[in-house]
């Protein structure tokens, strides 16, 4: 589970910010947190702000320190994670640096590092075995004009050297070329985790493929998701899924654009009041929201399944309120959620400020000040805010700010 995300000079968080999922002392709803003898983490958390206020930057600095780890670059490749605080002259020529903390088996460890448009100029991982900070790995000191950097591995590991070209992080070589009992369950934390942007076209289009070919391979995985879907209400019984090249001439009249499937919902036949079978409807043809929940859904029961990390950009687009809500519900049942899967996600859905469903801990407000730069809070910094309050009318009302300030129509012509 993710402990708190720190960010500084990424996009529009110039001076440095941390977003926290963990828990505060507070006993209400039990059910929306884990909790250990040393830990208590929140199981989901929400982000809210006007437009362009910054929220959707939390879940970007999430998905491109995924890429960055899992997809080693070219050496001198542009490092699309460098994207600095571009209304200051000085900021826009400083490195990102982003800090994470986060449990593997109810351990601490923390990954860092500071980045340059083609250099990691500083990267660390420790961990917290017995509370005790110990030094998994660390880079040298960045030397300019080389193409081949140094780092050391721990002194209770050898203090063994390993080369690292200057744009690839260390933690990468623990994917395959360097196996390590202990690093490389790090890696596959991140390879586990998973970041997706609903808005995203692109997103959609990549990761439609990947879930059609996952629940080809797993009959399991497939049932849970007709399941979900069909508990959405969507009148679809049962997924059709025939991957590109082994149709039958008459079966490509609704091939997916950009896919390498053809995806049908299973739909009841009527002959007026009378069932007579099965009938079947390309998901093009499906709403919108049908279409996103086929992914979304495919993720939430995996996140579930493996206890790991789904971060979500604007997680209600295109679902109704009740599905929303649902998806989140499933990660705080603790029969449901026994793995200790974590949901991380932006929206404009006011109904989940439902005091009886969400702490404010759990709750987070973005805004841009005067000078473009993002201010991140949480409801648990207002004094006095009292569990019970209804958290939605308070900010309809701007009391939490975190809304457009909308000037008057008079004026907009």
Not at 107 to 129: D, G, M, Q
Not at 349 to 369: G, H, P, Y
């Amino acid at each position: 589970m993710i402990l708190n995300i720190r960010l500084k000079n990424y996009r529009s968080y110039k001076d440095e910010v941390i977003y926290t999922l963990e828990a505060s002392s507070s006993k209400a709803k039990e059910f929306n947190y884990c909790e250990s003898e040393d830990f208590k983490v929140l199981k989901t958390s929400l982000m809210y702000g006007p437009n362009a206020s910054g929220k959707s930057n939390i879940v970007r600095a999430f998905f491109e320190l995924r890429n960055l780890i899992i997809k080693k670059p070219k050496v001198d490749e542009l490092l699309m994670i460098y994207d600095p605080f571009k209304f200051d002259v000085n900021s826009a020529k400083e490195p990102v640096e982003i800090d994470i903390e986060f449990l593997i088996d109810n351990i601490k460890y923390r990954y860092a590092t500071k980045i340059e448009h083609v250099s990691i100029l500083e990267e660390y991982l420790y961990y917290y075995p017995n509370k005790r900070e110990v030094v998994l790995f660390e880079r040298n000191v960045f030397e300019k004009d080389t193409t081949i950097q140094k780092g050391l591995l721990g002194s209770q590991f050898g203090k063994k050297e390993i080369s690292v070209f200057k744009n690839q992080l260390l933690l990468s070589k623990f994917g395959d070329d360097e196996p390590h009992e202990i690093i490389t369950e790090v890696f596959r934390y991140f390879n586990k985790m998973f970041v997706y942007n609903a808005t995203s076209k692109i997103h959609y289009e990549v990761f439609s493929n990947k879930v059609s070919e996952d629940l080809l391979k797993n009959v399991k995985l497939k049932a849970k998701l007709e399941r979900l879907i069909n508990y959405a209400d969507t009148k679809i019984k049962g997924l059709d899924i025939v991957k590109l090249g082994n149709l039958d001439n008459n079966q490509t009249d609704f091939i997916w654009k950009k896919s390498d499937f053809n995806i049908k919902g299973i739909h009841d036949l009527y002959d007026g009041d009378e069932y007579v079978g099965d009938t079947y409807l390309s998901l093009l043809e499906e709403s919108v929201g049908t279409q996103s929940l086929f992914v979304l859904g495919a993720k939430v029961i995996e996140a579930l399944e493996y206890g790991s990390v789904l971060v979500v950009d604007e997680l209600d687009t295109s679902l109704h309120s009740f599905i929303t809500k649902m998806i989140v519900m499933l990660f705080q049942d603790k029969n449901i959620n026994s793995n200790k899967a974590q949901l991380i996600f932006t929206t404009h859905d006011i109904s989940l400020l439902d005091k009886d469903l969400i702490r404010k801990d759990q709750v987070w407000i973005t805004e841009k000040n005067n000078k473009g730069e993002t201010e991140l809070y949480s409801l648990q910094d207002f004094d006095n805010l009292r569990e019970d309050t209804s958290f939605d009318k308070w900010y309809l009302s701007g009391k939490f700010g975190g809304v457009p300030q909308i000037k008057s129509l008079q004026d907009f012509f």
